[in-house]
């Protein structure tokens, strides 16, 4: 094996693993630093190995099993270091061969362009050709890699399509084998021929088609976050109006009470004039009974928060719930209203449906909402449930209203947790479910 072909076939895996290591770091399994140096040095061997028989088979058909062996070989390493499902990986995987396939084909068109032919072997003007190519272009395929590629991953982690989006770039991959490739392509077109032009549609075909697959994922993602949110605003404000309603209730019922006082004073004193004291007794039990005795609760000083408090508690208790609720919080909150709606929303809908689908035991709901200074707010929520709690490697919950979904609520709490600062504790054991969140400081 010569200089130009381990050159080469460092310049086709290098980027490759750089561009890994920059955007899936925080996904890689512990031992880190282990499974990075495993990692690399796995994929520079296979690819050293993938470079030289490559130029050594001569048919479309080679290539192309010798490409899908690589490509699998490079998955297989991908998912043993990294938290991300064998199909997520081979999509990575395949997208980012791609790219490395566009930098390659460019490489050796811009040969033919100063040769006028191909070389039979890898050669060092190659390189350097490909070199260059891969700095001009790194940060644009950083960008997409950062910006489309990891969100799609993130928003969607458990979604099952992508048992299947894989074949997008791994067909593409194969088109480029036995049909794109510089060995065959410009070997059956010139370029001052309209044909030429199909390789560069190709790469263009190739960017476009993953970047309107990857930007509709993360669209529908953000559409069901967008829904979610919605709903808890509807909930919010049911749980408002209904606080209204009965509030509204007790200040008629209180008024007119206030107005039929005259006549039962000059009653009380009709009866003090007259000695009926057995009279007057009766007559006060029966007044008494005129009370508005419905009021609203008051948890809270946070008419938003009190509202959805109240909301949940009642669904809780039309349940045959055990509730119970500890709230304390001051005038003062260390964020928002609408995002401790949030949090606090979430939460507390998780735990009412998941004491609502328990059948065989006793159900119960205990929150507590406590702010110990101005700046300290802690939320735990605990919770009987039944059934199995289903936890991703990555420590993430799937939904249990959309199937192989991750809990878009629960999410959201982290999201927002974390934009303060926070931290999140989750727990779960003998059908128990507790969670516990404290917020420390402004974001």
């Known amino acids: 094996m010569t200089l130009a072909y381990i050159i080469n076939g460092l310049l086709f895996v290098m980027p490759c693993i750089v561009l890994l290591l920059l955007v899936f770091k925080d996904q890689l399994k512990a031992p880190t630093l282990l499974r990075i140096f495993t990692g690399s040095t796995l994929f520079v061997i296979f690819s050293l190995w993938g470079t030289y028989i490559y130029f050594l088979f001569k048919t479309p058909l080679q290539h192309l099993l010798l490409s899908v062996l690589s490509m699998f070989s490079g998955v297989l390493i991908f998912s043993g270091a990294c938290r991300y499902n064998f199909w997520q990986s081979l999509f990575i995987i395949a997208v980012i061969r791609s790219c490395s396939e ?121 559409n069901a976050v967008l829904l979610e949110n919605l709903h808890l605003s509807e909930v919010r404000i049911a749980a408002q109006q209904k606080q209204m309603e009965l509030l509204q209730s007790h200040i008629l019922k209180t008024a007119q009470f206030r107005h039929d006082m005259r006549h039962h004073l000059l009653a009380l004193e009709g009866f003090l004039n007259t000695q009926d004291m057995e009279g007057l007794k009766t007559y006060i039990r029966q007044s008494a009974a005129l009370f508005p005795v419905e009021s609203p609760k008051v948890f809270c000083g946070s008419a938003a928060v009190n509202s959805l408090l109240c909301y949940y508690m009642e669904q809780a ?18 964020i928002p209203d609408a995002e401790l709606c949030m949090i606090i929303g979430n939460l507390l809908e998780n735990a009412v449906e998941a ?25 735990q929520v605990c919770n009987s449930y039944e059934g199995e709690i289903r936890q991703m490697k990555d420590g993430s919950f799937l939904s249990s209203k959309r199937e192989d979904q991750k809990g878009i609520g629960l999410s959201s709490v982290l999201s927002i947790v974390e934009k303060y600062n926070g931290i999140t504790r989750i727990e779960h054991q003998d059908q128990i479910f507790k969670i516990s969140v404290i917020i420390s400081q402004n974001p």
């Open 317 to 334: 208790e039309k349940d045959q719930t055990n509730v119970s609720a500890k709230v304390s919080l001051q005038e003062t909150l260390p």
């Open 355 to 379: 004491c609502r689908r328990m059948k065989s035991r006793e159900r119960f709901l205990d929150m507590k909402l406590l702010q110990t200074c101005s700046s300290i707010l802690t939320i």
């Open 102 to 222: 566009i930098i390659r084909f460019f490489s050796y068109e811009s040969y033919f362009l100063l040769r006028g032919e191909l070389p039979d072997e890898p050669t060092l003007e190659v390189a350097f050709i490909t070199t260059l190519l891969t700095i001009l272009t790194f940060p644009a395929v950083r960008l997409f890699f950062r910006d489309l590629m990891r969100p799609a991953l993130d928003y969607t982690v458990s979604l099952s399509a992508w048992k299947w989006v894989w074949l997008i770039p791994l067909s593409n991959s194969a088109v480029y084998t036995v049909a794109v490739a510089p060995e065959y392509s410009f070997r059956s077109t010139l370029t001052e021929n309209e044909s030429f032009l199909i390789p560069l549609l190709w790469a263009l075909l190739t960017f476009s088609t993953h970047t309107v697959l990857l930007k509709m994922m993360i669209d529908v993602s953000k």
